[in-house]
């Protein structure tokens, strides 16, 4: 073989063998790219797990991280950032009632995903808002009602012994009954016996009668139900506390060691 034909055959190894080179390490870069790894093909944000090896044994990463420190695998802008579908949200929905009815309270509303992120996607942003509200419930004022309350021993058949026989009787009204648990007591009510009954979780009854009535026909401050009101024995200086209304009942009487609004 001549010297051209030595020549020839020694540049067909070198471009055959650079062909094979090239051609291995494109093979390497594809095979190790984000297309190749389980799903996800590609993650968000910095995820140390979103990697992948090449043939060479080093790491390359599919998270969006990965544009800033330059170390994305070959194929990321190709795999991860075309098919990459940002997160798509709803409107926001109304607020919701006040948590308190009476007060400071919180309220909050959501809003729905229409279309989760994938493959790298920008990720959705907050689903739920909250903020503070002012509960100004029709019950409110009656919430601030603070009912004076005496044994029952003052209602039987009480008779004004101030009355002139000329005065107008006033109108009789039926009487209703309330049932309230007791939830704070102070220790003044220890000093009688009528109120020391007045303990913690106690349930009694309360009786409003005709002449305790206002205007609406209703005692003031006989409780509301699911919310703390407050109440004062009468005659007893510095007892006081909380109840919550349980049930009521018309034209009703308490049984005895009960008490009633006055």
């Known amino acids: 073989m001549g010297a051209h034909g030595w020549i020839s055959a020694h540049l067909g190894v070198l471009v055959c063998g650079y062909l094979a080179l090239f051609s291995g390490v494109i ?20 995820n140390n797990e979103c990697f992948e090896y090449t043939k060479r044994k080093t790491v390359c990463y599919c998270d969006t991280y990965c544009q800033k420190t330059r170390d994305c695998c070959e194929d990321y802008q190709r795999v991860c950032q075309i098919s990459a579908i940002d997160c798509v949200v709803g409107s926001w929905g109304p607020w919701s009632p006040c948590t308190s ?12 995903v229409s279309v989760p992120p994938r493959n790298g996607g ?18 409110c004022n009656t919430a601030k009602e603070v009912a004076k ?12 012994p101030w009355r002139r026989p000329h005065m107008l009787m006033k109108e009789e009204k039926a009487s209703y009954c309330v049932n309230l648990r007791i939830k704070q007591a102070s220790a003044a009510c220890k000093l009688k016996l009528w109120s020391a009954q007045l303990v913690r979780e106690r349930l009694i009854c309360a009786e409003c009668q005709s002449d305790a009535m206002s205007k609406t026909d ?15 024995a009468a005659s007893v200086p510095g007892c006081h506390g909380s109840w919550v209304r349980e049930s009521s009942s018309e034209g009703c009487r308490c049984p005895l060691s009960s008490v009633l609004f006055v």
């Open 149 to 160: 309350i005496l044994p029952d021993s003052f209602k039987r058949n009480f008779k004004d």
């Open 27 to 46: 093979i390497s870069q594809a095979d190790a790219g984000c297309r190749e790894r389980e799903s996800p093909n590609c993650c968000t944000g910095r």
């Open 101 to 112: 009815p009476c007060g400071v309270g919180s309220t909050e509303r959501s809003r729905q």
């Open 218 to 232: 209703r005692c003031g401050g006989d409780g509301l139900e699911s919310t703390r009101t407050f109440w004062a």
């Open 122 to 139: 920008t990720p959705c942003p907050d689903l739920k808002q909250r903020r503070g509200c002012f509960g100004n419930n029709a019950i």
